[in-house]
């Protein structure tokens, strides 16, 4: 397994990468369409600040990845992103991205009436820095995820930020045990993420964080 920084080349085979690592997982997708969640979770980190992407390679074929930023704040936000994607891509006009924001007007709307708090973005300057992470299910325990995490640390820490967070669900707990495994720890509520499902289930957002 070799962890490597991104080069310009690859980014049509880690674009393909993205489409499919994350199947079988809570946090496989969103609403089903792909060029629009690589959207926000992908291609702006690529654009912006390709220097803290980072490549699991083996046997000369990519098999995981991590992007990350150091500075969240100067980041275009989860929202802004978002937003952008659903305008480019005309998602409510797409009969699966439809459903789910239906779905998630309607678990908004519940969550209101119930003055519960619902996901969202994080915004604390003792963890400044963020990252995704994603591996293809036949590399996941054979070190890659593990290879990504301590060269994405190690960033960290030499770039002097105080500190890194990240958002998963509480219902992938393979997932969350990982992250516990790498020294990070459970943040704050889990709060509903309005309008995702899997396997039918209402899904919560577990947010982590960590300090080098």
């Given at each position: 397994?070799?962890?490597?920084a991104?080069e310009?080349?690859d980014?049509?085979?880690l674009?393909?990468l993205?489409?499919?690592?994350?199947?079988?997982s809570?946090?496989?997708?969103?609403?089903?369409h792909?060029?629009s969640?690589?959207?926000?979770?992908?291609?702006?980190?690529?654009d912006?600040?390709?220097g803290t992407v980072l490549?699991a390679?083996?046997?000369?074929?990519?098999?995981g990845?991590?992007v990350?930023c150091?500075?969240t704040a100067?980041f275009p936000?989860?929202d802004?992103r978002?937003?952008?994607?659903i305008?480019?891509h005309?998602l409510?006009?797409?009969?699966g991205?439809?459903v789910?924001?239906?779905r998630a007007?309607?678990?908004?709307?519940?969550?209101?009436?119930?003055r519960?708090?619902?996901a969202g973005?994080?915004?604390?300057?003792?963890?400044?820095?963020?990252?995704h992470i994603?591996?293809?299910?036949?590399?996941?325990?054979?070190?890659?995820?593990?290879g990504?995490?301590?060269?994405?640390q190690?960033?960290?820490a030499e770039?002097?930020?105080p500190?890194?967070?990240?958002?998963?669900?509480a219902e992938n707990?393979?997932?969350?045990?990982?992250?516990?495994?790498?020294?990070f720890?459970?943040h704050?509520?889990?709060p509903?993420?309005?309008?995702?499902?899997h396997e039918?289930?209402?899904?919560?957002q577990?947010t982590?964080?960590?300090?080098?």
């Amino acid at each position: 397994m070799h962890i490597r920084a991104f080069e310009s080349e690859d980014r049509a085979e880690l674009e393909a990468l993205a489409a499919y690592a994350g199947r079988g997982s809570p946090t496989a997708s969103l609403w089903g369409h792909a060029p629009s969640e690589a959207a926000i979770y992908l291609a702006p980190y690529i654009d912006l600040d390709a220097g803290t992407v980072l490549l699991a390679q083996d046997e000369g074929a990519l098999v995981g990845y991590l992007v990350g930023c150091l500075d969240t704040a100067a980041f275009p936000s989860e929202d802004e992103r978002m937003a952008e994607a659903i305008r480019t891509h005309r998602l409510f006009l797409k009969p699966g991205p439809a459903v789910f924001f239906a779905r998630a007007m309607a678990d908004s709307a519940l969550a209101a009436l119930a003055r519960r708090p619902l996901a969202g973005g994080f915004d604390d300057p003792r963890w400044p820095s963020h990252l995704h992470i994603n591996v293809a299910a036949p590399a996941r325990g054979t070190g890659a995820a593990e290879g990504l995490m301590r060269a994405w640390q190690q960033r960290v820490a030499e770039a002097g930020s105080p500190g890194c967070h990240l958002q998963t669900l509480a219902e992938n707990t393979r997932a969350v045990r990982f992250f516990t495994r790498m020294g990070f720890t459970a943040h704050g509520p889990a709060p509903l993420v309005p309008g995702l499902r899997h396997e039918g289930r209402r899904l919560h957002q577990r947010t982590m964080v960590w300090s080098p």
